[in-house]
């Protein structure tokens, strides 16, 4: 790399960085000015060493393929650990560890750990650099992938050098865990197939990550940062660091109605944060403001304000494609890294659902030729791509500057096959947060190891840095600060009929749900009294341009009161494993709840 001068002036910073790499002994060290120079750069290192492909310049100008270990494709939870003085303090959903001891062992991993590698480091604030919102991190990393990924995520290098004297910094340690002796060759895709550890320090806040080159496990602005370390911080302040979407949805008369949507990974949040309103929608726009993030702070006016710490997307790639995500389809034309997905004998990228036919003669994402008949799939699964914001044409303006916009509702959603509706809104505050907290949904490809139907209260259960339960009366006990709480909405895009097909179109047909939401928020639009809350009738949602029958949308809607009566049995059980945190109001909801479904 060409040498810069960027200096880091915060003097505990510099000595933690010079600790850092005489105990990781690293060939160099190279702080990262963030410049568009330094990207093309690092790229192009990246695909002389093997480590990044370059995809055909007229087919997608400035883009790349990289693929990663088959051990190493998606967030480690099983090797993920918060540590801090008390387990109670972690439980009972996080895998705890005691900080000492962790420090420890993590040491002695990190001996030594970057050797024949660069030592990169990366400042960077999750949020506008200067604004209220923003927090500082930086990143020490001997992957050059990460810094890639990490300077179309968020705002690093010089822009943010000004703010490490004055603000708290997060001190985030990575390391892919593979040292090279003399001599070796590097793999395309170091990492350690025996140790992986994904670290946060509650104490001091630092983060540390070890063994994994991978999307959240090795970004650790995202998910360890602006999620765990963040939730932690805004608890004790008052605010909320959620693993939500924030869109606005404008109306033909040109006002802006904003929401916020937790659904776990996989389940739609880059979707639904970009979706183009279908046919019959004429004058209705949606503007995406993040798609997997959202900082959310109550404001002297009494409504909840919220950012997108990031400035760009890690999106999901198979079932991507121009109908079901056009502003994604348009963003990725250029300037992308593609991770896990496979190539095309003309040098692009293709992923199962880009195109209802495969192209010929592919090369998976492991790298082996692959045809249609090949019995396995060409892309991986959690296959991802990484993209800046500024490239996605439906972007909000509001959120160039870093501003905040106001949430008017809370979307909670999964992947249910059965027994929950399309939509439904909480009566209240307090059941709003019943149903956000017995969130469910079947499992995905974007973490290992996951039960067939898991409970992912409020789509939070790898990301929230404390105990639950005290989650749960955070929740609560916001209310109390608003003067008009939003409406909470549980959704659903995914029931399945009896061949397992799904009922529900989704993608951009969700703005007929959507539009019912803000309708509801408006007190425009109109809803029918259920044992969940209320449900639209038929004509309460607009039908304008999608032949959809009643009858099918009463499959939609439909309440097995006895499917429903076991559900709630089996949520009071689930809430109870949060005892003695759990907020005691949540059990009576349940109960009131059970009444209601047994009339
Ligand atoms: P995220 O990880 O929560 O951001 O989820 P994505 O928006 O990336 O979507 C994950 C997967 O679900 C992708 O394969 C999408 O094509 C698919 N998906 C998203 N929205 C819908 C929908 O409304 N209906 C259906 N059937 N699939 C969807
Ligand atoms: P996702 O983000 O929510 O878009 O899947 C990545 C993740 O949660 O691992
Ligand atoms: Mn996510
Ligand atoms: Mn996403």
């Given amino acids: 790399m060409t040498h810069t001068n960027l200096l880091i002036a915060n003097e505990t910073l510099s000595a933690w960085i010079n600790e850092i790499r005489e105990l990781c002994q690293p060939s ?29 310049p007229e087919l997608r100008p400035n883009s790349f393929l990289c693929r990663s270990d088959p051990t190493d494709v998606a967030r480690l939870e099983h090797r993920t650990f918060i540590c801090c003085e008390r387990e109670e303090d972690a439980g009972p959903t996080n895998n705890w560890a005691d900080p000492s001891k962790m420090r420890a062992e993590l040491k002695e991993l990190f001996r030594g750990a ?34 890639a990924n990490m300077k179309l995520m968020a ?43 994904i670290v946060n320090f509650q104490d001091d806040h630092s983060i540390v990550s070890f063994g994994s080159g991978y999307g959240g496990n090795a970004l650790l602005g ?75 702070r109550p404001g002297d006016d009494g409504r909840l304000w919220a950012v997108n710490p990031e400035i760009g997307f890690f999106g999901v790639a198979p079932g991507t494609n121009a109908k079901t995500n056009p502003n994604m389809m348009a963003a990725v034309k250029s300037d992308t890294i593609f991770t896990n997905c496979a190539l095309t004998a003309d040098g692009d990228i293709w992923w199962e659902g880009l ?36 490239n996605c044409p ?65 789509a939070m259960l790898p990301f929230c840095g404390y105990n639950m339960g005290d989650y749960f009366t955070h929740w609560l006990s916001l209310a109390g600060r608003l003067s008009e709480t939003p409406g909470i909405f549980r959704v659903n895009w995914f029931r399945k009929d009896e061949v397992g097909r799904f009922v529900w179109p989704g993608f951009s047909q969700n703005m007929r749900v959507l539009r019912w939401i803000v309708g509801r928020v408006k007190n425009e639009a109109g809803g029918r009294e259920t044992p969940l809350g209320v449900m639209p009738s038929y004509s309460d949602i607009d039908w304008n341009g999608l032949p959809f029958s009643e009858e099918k949308f009463a499959v939609l809607g439909r309440i097995d009161g006895e499917k429903l009566s076991r559900e709630l049995v089996s949520h009071q059980a689930y809430l109870s494993t949060f005892q003695p945190r759990l907020p005691e109001r949540l059990l009576q909801i349940g109960d009131i709840l059970q009444r209601s479904a047994q009339t």
């Fill in 394 to 458: 439906s972007m909000d303006p509001a959120r160039d500057d870093g501003q905040a916009v106001p949430i008017s509702a809370f979307i909670f959603g999964g992947r249910l096959s059965h027994t929950f509706p399309l939509v439904y809104e909480a009566r209240n505050w307090e059941e709003g947060v019943y149903w956000a907290a017995t969130l469910g949904s079947e499992a995905t490809a974007a973490a290992e190891n996951q039960a067939a139907i898991r409970n992912d209260p409020f």
């Fill in 114 to 147: 970057m050797r024949g590698r660069t030592l990169y480091v990366i400042p960077f604030s999750m949020g506008q650099p200067g604004s209220a919102y923003a927090m500082y991190g930086v990143q020490l990393t001997d992957s050059p992938y990460v810094v």
């Fill in 28 to 56: 160099g060290i190279y702080v990262c000015n963030g410049s568009d120079e330094e990207y093309r750069e690092l790229c192009d290192q990246m695909v002389s060493s093997g480590m990044m492909i370059r995809l055909n």
């Fill in 155 to 197: 705002h690093i290098g010089e822009p943010v050098l000004p703010y490490l004297d004055q603000a708290q910094v997060v001190r985030c340690l990575h390391s892919v865990g593979k040292p090279l002796q003399p001599g070796e060759t590097d793999s395309t895709w170091p990492c350690n197939a025996d140790k992986k550890y």
């Fill in 222 to 296: 995202k998910k360890c940062l602006a999620l765990r370390t963040a939730s932690t911080i805004a608890r004790t302040e008052g605010w909320l660091a959620e693993h939500m979407l924030i869109l606005g949805v404008e109306s033909p008369n040109g006002d802006t109605t904003y929401v916020a949507g937790a659904f776990p990974s996989a389940c739609g949040k880059t979707n639904f944060a970009m979706l183009v309103p279908p046919e019959g929608f004429d004058g209705w726009k949606v503007k995406t403001v993040g798609d997997d993030i959202a900082w959310i």
């Fill in 355 to 390: 195109t209802d036919v495969a192209p010929n003669n592919l090369i998976d994402w492991q790298g082996n030729p692959w045809t249609s008949d090949s019995g396995r799939l060409a892309a991986h699964p959690n296959a991802r791509f990484t993209v800046t914001a500024a």
